[in-house]
C-alpha cells in the first residue's frame, strides 16, 4: 500500500432550510444551516479524522500534526455565495469533526501563566472565502450569459421534453404538496428541495405526504441537475462547475508534490453543482451511471496522493467518494482505469480544460469586461445608446458655453474648464444620463 501524501476533499454542506433556485438564471435565494446539517458535517469531519489523521489508518496522510493543527498544512475554502452562510457554517462543523479540542492548545506567558483556548482547547483554523458575488471558482454559473444559454438548450431538448412529458401525471398530483408553486419540469429542482425540507422539518407534512412521491421527486430533480450541470464536451459550458474548481483542484496536487511544500490537506466546502460536473469529466458515471445525480447532504469526494516506495517515486492519484453520512468512501476508476492514475496523466488530460481567472471565466462566459464594470453581449445596444446620448449632451453642452460667449464680453476660462470638468465626472459615474 503506498502512502497517501496528501488528500484534497470536496465536502457537499449538511442540512440547511429550503433553497430556492431560478430555473433559467440559477440566481439562488438566502437559505441556513440547521442543528441537524452542523451534526451532519460534524460527522463527516470526524469520519475524515479516522480515515486520514489517525496513524492506524492505511490512508493516514504522512508527516501531518494530527493533534494540533499546523495551518501551514491546512487550507480550507468555503464558497460564499447561493448557499454561503449554510456552507460556511459546515466548513466550520467539518473542522470541528477533523481538528476537536485538544487540552494542549495552550500558552505560556512571561507571568507563569497558563491559558488554554476556549471550549477546552478548541482549534481555530482559518476559512478562506471570496466576497459573494465574486466567487467564480465554486460558483461559476451565475451572472453567465453562456450558462442560461445552455439552460434554454436543456429545456428544448428533445430528451427533456419526452421526460417531462412522462412526467405529467407525477406533476399533477404533487400540485397539492407545493403550495403554489410552479409544477413544471424545468422547475424540478425547486419542487424536490421544498419537499425534501418540508419532510424533513414538518412532522404534518411528514404526515400528509403520500409514499414515493419525494422519491418521484428526487429522480426528476436528478435528471434535472444532471443535465444541466454537465455537457458533451469536456470543455463545454455545461461543466463550467467542475471547470473551475478544477483549477484549485490542479494547484493543490502540484503543491503537495512539491516536497518543501509544507501543505498536506485541503478542503474547499461547496454546494452540489461541483460534483456532477467531475463526475462527468473525470468519465466516472460511465461505469457509475448512479453518480449521475445529486449528491445527498455531507457527501464528500476524495483525490488522494499516492508515493509508492522506492524505485518508483511517481505520484499516483486514487478517488473517492460517499453518499452522504451513511455510506463509507468507495473508490471510483477515473478515465477507464482500473487502479491508480499517474499525477502526470491526470495533469494532462484536464489542465487545458481549467478557467483558472477572471479573464477566462468572462471568455467562457460571453462576458466583456470593461471600464465601466463587467456588461454581457446583450447589454452592448444599451451601452451604444447610452454612450451616443452623452455625447450629444456634450455638444449641447459646448453650443450654449459659445452662445453665452457671444452674449458676454468676457467669461472666465475656469469657469468653462470647470463646467466641462464637472459633466466629464458625472459622466464617469454614470449620472451624465
Request: charge should be negative; aromatic fraction near 12%; include cysteine.
Amino acid at each position: 500500500m503506498p502512502d497517501v501524501h496528501g488528500v484534497l476533499i470536496i465536502a457537499r454542506n449538511g442540512d440547511r432550510t429550503e433553497f430556492y433556485q431560478d430555473p433559467y438564471t440559477y440566481e439562488p435565494s438566502y437559505t441556513e444551516s440547521t442543528p441537524l446539517g452542523a451534526v451532519e458535517s460534524h460527522q463527516l469531519g470526524c469520519y475524515l479524522r479516522s480515515t486520514y489523521l489517525s496513524p492506524s489508518s492505511p490512508s493516514h496522510i504522512q508527516g501531518i500534526h494530527a493533534d494540533l493543527v499546523q495551518n501551514d498544512q491546512v487550507v480550507v475554502h468555503a464558497k460564499a455565495g447561493g448557499e454561503g452562510t449554510a456552507i460556511f457554517d459546515s466548513a466550520i462543523a467539518v473542522l470541528q469533526g477533523l481538528f476537536p479540542p485538544n487540552s494542549n492548545n495552550v500558552i505560556d506567558l512571561a507571568n507563569g501563566t497558563k491559558v488554554v483556548t476556549p471550549l477546552g482547547g478548541y482549534q481555530y483554523i482559518p476559512v478562506e472565502m471570496a466576497p459573494s458575488g465574486v466567487d467564480r471558482a465554486l460558483e461559476p454559473w451565475t451572472e453567465c450569459p453562456a450558462f442560461e444559454q445552455h439552460v434554454k438548450s436543456v429545456y428544448a431538448s428533445e430528451g427533456f421534453k419526452e421526460t417531462g412529458k412522462s412526467a405529467g401525471h407525477f406533476f399533477g398530483v404533487v400540485r397539492d404538496y407545493v403550495f403554489g408553486r410552479p409544477t413544471t419540469f424545468e422547475n424540478a429542482w425547486n419542487i424536490y428541495d421544498f419537499m425534501n425540507s418540508q419532510l424533513t422539518h414538518n412532522q404534518t407534512y411528514a404526515y400528509r405526504l403520500p409514499p414515493t412521491l419525494i422519491e418521484q421527486a428526487h429522480g426528476y430533480a436528478d435528471y434535472h441537475e444532471n443535465a444541466i450541470f454537465s455537457d458533451k464536451e469536456m470543455g463545454g459550458i455545461g461543466n463550467i462547475a467542475g471547470r473551475t474548481i478544477l483549477h484549485t483542484i490542479l494547484h493543490t496536487l502540484q503543491r503537495i508534490t512539491f516536497d518543501e511544500d509544507p501543505l498536506r490537506l485541503l478542503l474547499l466546502e461547496t454546494s452540489y453543482q461541483p460534483f456532477i460536473s467531475l463526475f462527468h469529466m473525470m468519465e466516472m458515471v460511465n461505469e457509475h451511471p448512479e453518480l449521475a445525480a445529486i449528491p445527498n447532504h455531507a457527501s464528500a469526494l476524495a483525490f488522494e496522493l499516492l508515493r509508492g516506495p522506492p524505485p518508483e517515486l511517481r505520484e499516483f492519484l486514487r478517488i473517492k467518494f460517499k453518499n452522504g453520512t451513511n455510506e463509507d468512501f468507495q473508490t471510483y476508476p477515473i478515465f477507464g482505469h482500473k487502479g491508480d492514475i499517474a499525477v502526470t496523466e491526470f495533469l494532462y488530460r484536464l489542465e487545458n480544460f481549467a478557467i483558472s481567472n477572471q479573464k477566462q471565466w468572462e471568455s467562457a462566459c460571453g462576458v466583456h469586461s470593461g471600464y465601466f464594470g463587467i456588461t454581457s453581449a446583450a447589454d452592448n445596444t444599451n451601452t451604444l445608446l447610452a454612450a451616443t446620448f452623452s455625447a450629444f449632451l456634450l455638444l449641447a453642452m459646448f453650443a450654449l458655453s459659445w452662445f453665452k460667449r457671444r452674449q458676454s464680453t468676457y467669461v472666465p476660462v475656469r469657469e468653462v474648464v470647470g463646467h466641462f470638468n464637472l459633466h466629464c465626472a458625472l459622466l464617469t459615474y454614470g449620472y451624465g444620463l
